[in-house]
């Protein structure tokens, strides 16, 4: 046994016997941790408890748990606390602790690490492990050990996401630029966005698993008509009757808008390999694929000239929340926090049902992707006060609802039309990822999702809400 690895288990014995007391034994725990990787503690590798962080609008001072820069801002919650609660503080800190601002954020409630790489992905850990886990999966807190080793992590969406966005893009590509019958761009576009979907899909649990894969197979292995396989499945997610038989059966209606004209290609062997060969599109875990990648897709979709004329670009999340966070989450935050009854949160939640944005130069929506997920987890810290005020028959009477947050509150407006399809579809996903993170924090199961009508197909028609126009 390696002494990294002896060091780690006795750090898993001592940490397990703690009750998880925030104030009392989060400093404690943190020392601890860095002896576990070769420190003689936090201080003697140069880390800082209770760390004074400015904020930028100079409404006060924040103390972050730990900060270790520029490596690492850690931050501790009591034991059994949902981490993904408090990823907004998290961010919030580290985008205020500058200079020299730490690469990593760790959210830790003593049983679970949840390991973030703001710079690459803000929506989901990069990583994350239980303490439990740590002898074996130390790895992914590799910037811990004094030589300062890459992490290895296995969230690492980014990653996922620019290699399905690069083939996406590739089979547009080889669509419209065939040198014999080579297909109309807008078909292609629109072709390329029903496939997107599907995929997604698949991975979301809205269609069955599998279903691009097995058509590939079918059109490579059994000579069967690409053309008439995908559009028959693009039919059917235009239909709101459900197939009762068949190769369809079990595909349900999605919407009326992105579906509304099918259009099908039949597509030659090269491109089938890049859908569904071996480490292709289809093989992806698109559950893991960030929707900020359609940004990247409609980027790539265009070549080096397009994207200059337009002045298209590509805006991360992170700088898409330098807007959001103090524009619109902030003010939220904290007239939920200062709420003081049950009845002034349904209050809210009412004002927030009706709230719209709007954004005049969309893009392919990432702007409203980031707003909209963001506003969902405003509903959700109403719902979570209110499921802890309530009793569970009140809840279940006053706040029925599982997220009152629908695609329909967002508006955009662009000049490319692509870039308009590209940000309904992001829109259209946001619902559903919306709706599990909420059923997952107020421990709601998937029988009662059904059985309370929370659904998120058919997906919804955004065509009214998001126009490709010159907003100038």
């Given at each position: 046994?390696?002494?990294?690895?002896?060091?780690?288990?006795?750090?898993?014995?001592?940490?397990?016997?703690l009750?998880g007391?925030?104030k009392?034994e989060?400093?404690?725990?943190?020392?601890?941790?860095?002896?576990?990787?070769?420190?003689?503690?936090?201080?003697?590798?140069?880390?800082?408890?209770?760390?004074?962080?400015k904020?930028?609008?100079?409404?006060?001072t924040?103390f972050?748990?730990?900060?270790?820069?520029?490596?690492?801002?850690?931050?501790?919650k009591?034991?059994?606390?949902?981490?993904?609660?408090?990823?907004?503080?998290?961010?919030?800190?580290?985008?205020?602790?500058v200079?020299?601002?730490?690469?990593?954020?760790v959210?830790c409630?003593?049983?679970?690490?949840?390991?973030?790489?703001?710079?690459?992905?803000?929506?989901?850990?990069?990583?994350?492990?239980?303490?439990?886990?740590?002898?074996?999966r130390?790895?992914?807190?590799?910037?811990?050990?004094?030589?300062?080793?890459?992490p290895?992590?296995?969230?690492?969406?980014e990653?996922?996401?620019?290699?399905?966005a690069?083939?996406?893009?590739?089979?547009?590509?080889?669509?419209?630029?065939?040198?014999?019958?080579?297909?109309?761009?807008?078909?292609?576009?629109?072709?390329?966005?029903?496939?997107?979907?599907s995929?997604?899909?698949?991975?979301?649990?809205?269609?069955?698993?599998?279903?691009?894969?097995?058509?590939?197979?079918?059109?490579?292995?059994?000579?069967?008509?690409?053309?008439?396989?995908?559009?028959?499945?693009?039919?059917q997610?235009?239909?709101?009757?459900?197939?009762?038989?068949?190769?369809?059966?079990g595909?349900?209606?999605?919407?009326?808008?992105?579906?509304?004209?099918?259009?099908?290609i039949?597509?030659r062997?090269?491109?089938?390999?890049?859908?569904?060969?071996?480490?292709?599109?289809?093989?992806k875990?698109?559950?893991?694929?960030?929707?900020?990648?359609?940004?990247?897709?409609?980027?790539?979709?265009?070549?080096?000239?397009?994207?200059?004329?337009?002045?298209?670009?590509?805006?991360?999340?992170?700088?898409?929340?330098?807007?959001v966070?103090?524009?619109?989450?902030?003010?939220?935050?904290q007239?939920?926090?200062?709420?003081?009854?049950?009845?002034?949160?349904?209050?809210?939640?009412?004002?927030?049902?009706?709230?719209?944005?709007?954004?005049?130069?969309?893009?392919?929506?990432?702007?409203?992707?980031?707003?909209?997920?963001?506003?969902?987890?405003?509903?959700?810290r109403?719902?979570?006060?209110?499921?802890?005020?309530?009793?569970?028959?009140?809840f279940?009477?006053?706040a029925?609802?599982?997220?009152?947050?629908?695609?329909?509150?967002?508006?955009?407006?662009?000049?490319?039309?692509?870039?308009?399809?590209?940000?309904?579809?992001?829109?259209?996903?946001?619902?559903?990822?919306?709706?599990?993170?909420?059923?997952e924090?107020?421990?709601?199961?998937?029988?009662?999702?059904?059985?309370g009508?929370?659904?998120?197909?058919?997906?919804?028609?955004?065509?009214?809400?998001?126009?490709?126009?010159?907003?100038?």
């Amino acid at each position: 046994m390696s002494v990294t690895v002896e060091n780690l288990n006795k750090f898993v014995s001592y940490a397990s016997t703690l009750r998880g007391d925030e104030k009392g034994e989060a400093q404690v725990f943190c020392d601890r941790l860095f002896q576990a990787f070769g420190h003689l503690g936090y201080k003697e590798a140069g880390a800082s408890l209770e760390f004074r962080i400015k904020r930028k609008d100079g409404k006060g001072t924040q103390f972050a748990d730990l900060v270790w820069k520029p490596r690492l801002l850690l931050e501790m919650k009591k034991a059994g606390e949902k981490l993904h609660l408090h990823y907004r503080q998290a961010f919030e800190y580290w985008i205020n602790a500058v200079p020299n601002r730490p690469r990593y954020v760790v959210l830790c409630n003593f049983k679970e690490f949840w390991v973030y790489d703001f710079d690459k992905q803000l929506d989901e850990p990069v990583d994350t492990l239980t303490l439990e886990q740590l002898p074996k999966r130390y790895t992914a807190l590799n910037f811990l050990f004094a030589d300062e080793r890459k992490p290895i992590f296995n969230n690492d969406r980014e990653a996922v996401s620019r290699q399905a966005a690069d083939q996406i893009a590739e089979l547009f590509k080889r669509l419209h630029r065939r040198s014999r019958e080579p297909v109309e761009r807008t078909q292609a576009q629109r072709f390329v966005l029903q496939l997107v979907v599907s995929m997604f899909a698949e991975d979301i649990d809205l269609l069955p698993s599998g279903t691009i894969q097995t058509i590939v197979n079918d059109c490579v292995e059994n000579k069967q008509s690409a053309f008439d396989l995908f559009g028959g499945l693009f039919k059917q997610m235009n239909t709101p009757t459900p197939a009762r038989a068949g190769r369809f059966k079990g595909v349900r209606y999605f919407n009326g808008g992105l579906f509304s004209a099918i259009d099908p290609i039949d597509l030659r062997a090269s491109e089938l390999d890049l859908l569904g060969g071996e480490g292709g599109a289809a093989s992806k875990d698109w559950s893991k694929v960030n929707p900020a990648i359609f940004g990247t897709l409609f980027q790539h979709s265009m070549d080096a000239k397009e994207r200059h004329a337009l002045g298209a670009h590509f805006t991360s999340e992170a700088d898409i929340q330098r807007i959001v966070g103090p524009a619109i989450v902030r003010p939220w935050l904290q007239r939920i926090d200062s709420a003081k009854s049950a009845t002034a949160l349904l209050e809210l939640r009412k004002e927030l049902m009706h709230f719209r944005v709007l954004d005049p130069a969309c893009g392919s929506g990432n702007f409203l992707y980031v707003a909209f997920r963001e506003l969902a987890r405003l509903d959700l810290r109403i719902m979570t006060r209110l499921k802890e005020s309530l009793s569970a028959k009140e809840f279940q009477k006053r706040a029925p609802t599982l997220t009152i947050v629908t695609p329909k509150n967002f508006f955009g407006i662009d000049i490319d039309p692509f870039g308009v399809e590209l940000a309904k579809v992001t829109l259209m996903l946001a619902k559903k990822l919306a709706l599990d993170e909420a059923a997952e924090t107020l421990d709601i199961t998937q029988e009662q999702m059904i059985f309370g009508g929370y659904d998120a197909l058919p997906l919804d028609n955004l065509d009214d809400n998001l126009k490709c126009e010159d907003a100038s």
